[in-house]
């Protein structure tokens, strides 16, 4: 981001962008407790933002780890409760509340659900000699979040040792065995990474104003 603060808590019109994202899920239907993974050095600031920005959405506040995996691992520390747990990107302000509330009803129903978008350009596979070959996007999904699971199956997943190629939850859930059921997201659930992507993001929540 070129920038020295952190990501989630750069402004998106007119208050932190991890704001933005913990706003979808307390507004969604199935209420959820809200566990917030934040690098311990941070935790103050985020406090001095929630006093700031007058942000009184009740969360549980988690240290991070070394590792996206780790990270996770840790918030499902906290939990002892069996449910359904949505885990979702901080840098993902714009996912919609729809999307998140059929999240969690297809979990409850067949286990697990991540959220994925039809690519809308060509795709084609490059392998180590240079060469390539073209894909069926039409059999392709770009993975979001959130990616959502019975918290029974989670805490068994993240017992294992933590592998290179856990890029997301779900990769770890299928490491673990399960199949995973894709759901239609929102083309708008961008992830905040280039500096133009809060350009872009504000240009997206502006429209979706009533």
């Not at 697990?112 to 392998?127: E, F, Y």
Request: one cysteine or more.
């Amino acid at each position: 981001m070129n920038n020295s603060i952190p990501k989630q808590f750069l402004l998106l019109n007119g208050k932190p962008v991890l704001m933005h994202s913990i706003e979808v899920f307390s507004n969604c239907l199935q209420k959820p407790e809200i566990i917030v993974v934040l690098g311990q050095d941070l935790h103050q600031d985020w406090n001095k933002l929630c006093a700031k920005f007058d942000f009184i959405v009740p969360h549980t506040l988690v240290n991070s780890g070394a590792e996206r995996f780790h990270s996770v691992k840790n918030a499902l520390s906290m939990l002892n409760a069996d449910g359904i747990v949505a885990i979702h990107d901080a840098a993902r302000p714009l996912v919609s509340t729809s999307v998140v509330n059929q999240s969690f009803e297809v979990a409850l129903e067949k286990g697990n659900s991540v959220v994925g978008i039809l690519p809308v350009d060509s795709v084609r596979q490059v392998v180590s000699d240079g060469s390539s070959r073209a894909l069926d996007r039409s059999e392709l999904r770009l993975v979001q979040t959130p990616q959502t699971f019975r918290l029974s199956d989670l805490q068994s997943a993240y017992h294992v040792e933590y592998r290179s190629e856990f890029t997301d939850d779900a990769s770890v859930m299928e490491y673990f065995g399960l199949e995973i059921n894709v759901i239609e997201g929102n083309r708008e659930n961008i992830k905040i990474t280039y500096p133009n992507d809060l350009e872009i993001a504000s240009i997206l929540m502006y429209k979706k104003r009533p």
